[in-house]
């Protein structure tokens, strides 16, 4: 038995329309072509075979005499249409591929709208009783940098818990990254701090094991036990179930993992969720954060619950919003948050800080996948018809010996629903293949976390393919039947096809083309004002030099590491890694640049500290004494620090120039001194000035910044900068090594050249601009399509008129132009319809674009210039073909 | 194409046929047209035209042996009816007769 085997789902095709015999001769044709042309033409083969032979079937099924019950005649329609279907191989293909872009760019897109904003939290009982908590109020040093819905402190979540009726159980959670050693490898996980209470009040049970029980929950004499993730279950333990019961490390304390979540659960967002989930009072173990627990003041939870039996939101809302102002009465200094919002789940999932722009975008990309459909259901509409027009001859016959126009009809009506049904389908599994790829892949949206949206076959997503599909068959298939249905019988047959169609027919054509350049337009304007914003966004001049920068970031509070153990870390750190051939400068660095942090208040000398009003928020960090030197920041005043600031001497601090704008408006910065917010009693002496550099990301508004130096401030978590000479690639894995031979059991993270910083954080401006190009690229291609389809049709019903022209003198250029002049006509038309409508409907995106006004005079005017250049090229070769009528021909007629 | 004259693909794939004699099925009969017309049609064409051709009474058919290479799965060996040759005979004489005196064309 040969080792090649016919694909599989072919030939279980095949089997049921083919005997034994057939299938063997395809076998045995498969294994001869195996051995001369390999595996790959010979499946090539099969296939093409298999292709042929399923178009021919019915041609195969022994017909009845003549179809009778309704049933017979649809069997009727689909063979003949099949037949047809086969008959013009290369016309099928393109309506079918055509219909198959469209309905799948909008299968995909809808699916993501389904999964972000549609689809109920899997695992999660009843989610229309639950509600998310957040407390309302401006961004705040201990908050970190969300604006508007931010999380809570404990003690104020303790005491909402205990006060509120209208809640049936309160959670809590919060999720930070942690450092996992199992099996002996290292890495980073996101953990979900929860409150043991979490599985039971969403109502996710778990798939294997069990959750966590009240006395896990408690402060003291809780066990170290953890649930995984039923994704993490899968990828990192290849869904073993030995794993229930066994132990892993988490910043060095070892858990026994209790309990398998359920599949597809996340928690409550729908864009993220931990690798695994621990009790809340695990969260002593997270350096830094875990000790501010007891700290009202600290904001760090986000919570939940489930609404009483009998309540409503508006009872909740109300109880809460007395709840938040009895709270921020009664401790005036710690709680500034007047009011704790409640928002439904199903809202919430979507965090709601960025819930309104991922809505913005998911509406542009819905608009302008609709536009793509809607210009390949007008290119089909244009073939059908053409198609239809070409054979009113045989269809006047045939109505003409008793088949009735009401049977033609439903024979193209047939015809067109087969088209679109089998391009719709077909549709939809290309947008399945794209939509398993989207899944895997990680969108870098913010705080490093990475980002992914399930996407697959869900009942929804179903339900809305096969209305658009029907819809756009309807639409646009039945309507050459409806007119063919309509056409007058004897004229056709009088005439033949020496007239130049019907007058109305040649209108709606150019109409059609007028759509669709404008439509067109429309998306390629779209395309090219996120390409030019893409464009400005890669222009933007980050603050330090990423060429040949190399990052490496360690987590020292999570190996336990004391604040002299981490000193003396980072100092052998930066002589080794300069040791290393090839490394111009190492230095270390709290924040890597253009990744969001947390932001501090911070304050001059004489103002009071704790008065929430004063100071202004900066990003303060604490970086090595040669890190402006490796990021190639120039100081522009004074210095930067040196191996003396150290904890012995004297206090200092570089600030940018937004920070000294902020602070000393118009006057010298440096000498003067700051005071660093939570570090009551220390001022630092700020001794040196750096230009305004991007922090966060690459579009923020100026920020102010503030450094400090390691040996006076320490970081237990900081990023290592390298900074080679030669190419990155030779040194990355040097600097690895070098790395982790300092501590071989700390884990290393993100260690990765500096250009992935800027790759990142114009990540999605790159793919926007890509996708929308490719958008408006695909429109573009159907809408030349559909031009050189008219063009030809047009020169095809105009040949007696062009044979009579050349038969009377007209030269070759005057019959171009003739057919050119008309093109460009509608095409102009279409092109100033297009900038109107683009006009109009770009305004509302002008939010998301950089550096670009959403009436780019540059992209304005080139896109249409591209769409007549296109247009003038689609119909440029059948109008040469008009020139080559021989005139005795046309003149004959037929 | 009426009931009673065959179309130019019906008539190779008759001769075909005839030509491979006993070790008539598809597979023989896709190779031997390929050789002789310098064009190979897809098994698709070759199937259904045999199809077509016992349905119209002009050839019978039988399984044979199966071997390994097709799966276990049988061959269908083709035999030209007797009824087949008298208009295969038309055929070619009609043929003939329209080529006579155009041999020095093209």
């Known amino acids: ?894 | 194409m009426g009931r009673k004259s065959l179309g130019e693909f019906e008539q190779l794939v008759l001769l075909a046929c005839l030509r491979l004699g006993e070790d008539a099925y598809t597979v023989a009969i896709v190779d031997e047209l390929a050789r002789r017309t310098g064009r190979e049609p897809s098994h698709a064409t070759v199937y259904v035209a045999l199809r077509r051709l016992e349905k119209k009474g002009l050839v019978d058919s039988e399984l044979g042996e199966s071997t390994p290479e097709r799966g276990g799965r049988p061959k269908r060996f083709f035999r030209v009816h007797p009824n087949a040759l008298p208009q295969l005979r038309d055929a070619r004489d009609a043929l003939l007769s329209m080529w006579e005196g155009l041999e020095g064309v093209g």
């Open chain 1, 1 to 894: 038995m040969s080792a090649a085997n016919p694909p599989p789902l072919v030939e279980g095709l095949l089997r049921r329309v083919l005997p034994e015999d057939a299938l063997g001769d395809l076998a045995e044709g498969f294994q001869r072509r195996s051995a001369t042309e390999g595996l790959p033409g010979a499946r090539w083969w099969y296939r093409r075979e298999a292709f042929r032979h399923l178009l021919r079937w019915p041609l195969t099924i022994r017909a009845r005499p003549s179809p009778t019950t309704s049933l017979d005649m649809i069997g009727q329609d689909l063979r003949f249409a099949l037949r047809t279907m086969a008959r013009r191989p290369g016309f099928t293909a393109v309506i079918l591929l055509t219909v198959a872009l469209g309905v799948g760019a909008n299968t995909t897109i809808f699916s993501l709208v389904n999964a972000l904003f549609l689809r109920p939290l899997p695992g999660v009982e009843r989610p229309e009783r639950v509600v998310e908590l957040y407390g309302s109020g401006s961004p705040d040093q201990n908050a970190g940098s969300f604006s508007g819905y931010l999380p809570m402190s404990w003690p104020n979540l303790r005491d909402v818990r205990d006060r509120s009726t209208s809640l049936d159980g309160l959670y809590a959670y919060t999720i930070w990254p942690t450092s996992m050693v199992s099996e002996s490898r290292a890495e980073r996980v996101f953990t979900g701090f929860v409150t043991s209470n979490y599985f039971d009040i969403l109502g996710a049970r778990p798939a294997l094991g069990r959750a966590f029980t009240p006395e896990e929950g408690m402060r003291t004499g809780g066990e170290p036990v953890a649930v995984l993730s039923h994704g993490f279950w899968t990828r990192r333990f290849a869904g073993d179930p030995e794993i229930v019961g066994s132990t892993l490390t988490l910043n060095t304390r070892t858990y026994t993992v209790v309990g398998i979540a359920p599949e597809a659960f996340r928690g409550t967002s729908s864009l993220f969720g931990p690798d695994l989930w621990v009790p809340l009072p695990m969260m002593q173990d997270v350096p830094v954060w875990g000790s501010y627990i007891q700290n009202r003041s600290v904001r760090m939870f986000f919570a939940g619950g489930r609404l009483a039996e009998g309540r409503s939101l508006e009872d909740a809302r109300a109880e809460l919003d007395g709840l938040g102002a009895t709270l921020a009465d009664t401790y005036p200094d710690q709680v500034r948050e007047r009011t704790i919002l409640a928002v439904p789940l199903e809202e919430a999932a979507v965090t709601p800080n960025i819930r309104s722009s991922l809505l913005g975008a998911s509406t542009v990309l819905l608009v302008m996948v609709g536009l793509l459909l809607l210009i390949a259901c007008i290119n089909v509409a244009n073939l059908l018809l053409a198609r239809a027009l070409g054979r009113r001859r045989e269809m006047a016959i045939r109505t003409s010996v008793g088949a009735g126009r009401g049977r033609l009809a439903a024979q193209l009506a047939t015809e067109a629903l087969l088209l679109f049904g089998v391009g719709g389908g077909l549709g939809l599994i290309l947008s399945l293949q794209v939509q398993r790829l989207l899944s895997g892949w990680e969108m870098p949206l913010f705080f490093g976390f990475d980002v992914s949206v399930a996407l697959g076959l869900d009942p929804r997503v179903l339900a809305f393919t096969a209305v658009i599909t029907l819809g756009c068959a309807i639409t646009f298939g039945m309507f050459p039947a409806w007119r063919t249905a309509r056409s007058d019988v004897t004229s056709e047959l009088r005439e033949g096809d020496a007239r130049s169609g019907s007058g109305s027919g040649r209108v709606l054509r150019g109409g059609l083309v007028v759509v669709q350049v404008a439509l067109s337009l429309v998306a390629l304007v779209g395309a090219g004002l996120f390409a030019r914003s893409l464009q400005e966004s890669g222009a933007i001049d980050p603050g330090f030099d990423p060429d040949g920068l190399v990052m490496v970031s360690v987590d020292l509070g999570a190996q336990r590491y004391g604040e002299e153990e981490g000193r003396t870390f980072y100092r052998r750190a930066v002589e080794e890694l300069e040791a290393v051939p090839g490394v111009d400068a190492a230095a270390v660095g709290e924040y890597r640049p253009l990744t969001p942090s947390g932001l501090t208040r911070v304050l001059r000398e004489e103002e009071a500290a704790g008065d929430q009003e004063t100071g202004h928020l900066a990003r303060v960090s604490s970086v090595s004494s040669g890190y402006f030197e490796a990021l190639g920041i120039p100081v522009v005043r004074g210095r930067g620090f040196a191996p003396s600031d150290d904890g012995g001497s004297a206090q200092v601090a570089v600030v940018n120039r937004r920070m000294a704008e902020l602070l000393w408006p118009g006057e010298d910065p440096l000498g003067r001194r700051v005071r660093v917010s939570l570090e009551d009693g220390d001022t630092a002496e700020v001794v040196g000035v750096v230009p305004t550099g991007k922090y966060g990301d690459l579009t923020e508004d100026p920020m102010a910044a503030l450094y400090r130096p390691l040996a006076q401030r320490y970081p237990a978590t900081a990023t290592l900068f390298v900074s080679t000479v030669d190419e990155v690639p030779g040194t990355l894995p040097a600097v690895r090594r070098t790395a982790q031979a300092l501590d071989p059991t700390l884990p290393l993270f993100d260690v990765e050249p500096a250009e992935g910083l800027l790759d990142r954080a114009l990540w999605s401006a790159r793919a926007i601009a890509l996708l929308l190009a490719g958008f408006g690229i695909v429109g573009m291609a159907l809408a030349a399509l559909g031009i050189y389809g008219v063009v030809t049709m047009s020169v095809r019903e105009r040949t007696r008129e062009v044979g009579l022209r050349i038969a009377l003198g007209s030269s070759a250029r005057g019959v171009l132009g003739l057919v050119l002049g008309r093109i460009l006509a509608l095409t102009l038309i279409g092109s100033v319809m297009g900038l109107a409508a683009a006009a109009l409907l770009t305004r509302p995106v002008r939010a998301m674009l950089v550096g670009v006004e959403a009436t780019d005079p540059l992209v304005f005017g080139f896109v249409p210039l591209l769409l007549i250049g296109v247009a003038a090229a689609a119909a440029w070769v059948p109008a040469r073909r008009a020139t080559r009528v021989d005139p005795v021909v046309a003149l004959r007629g037929d």
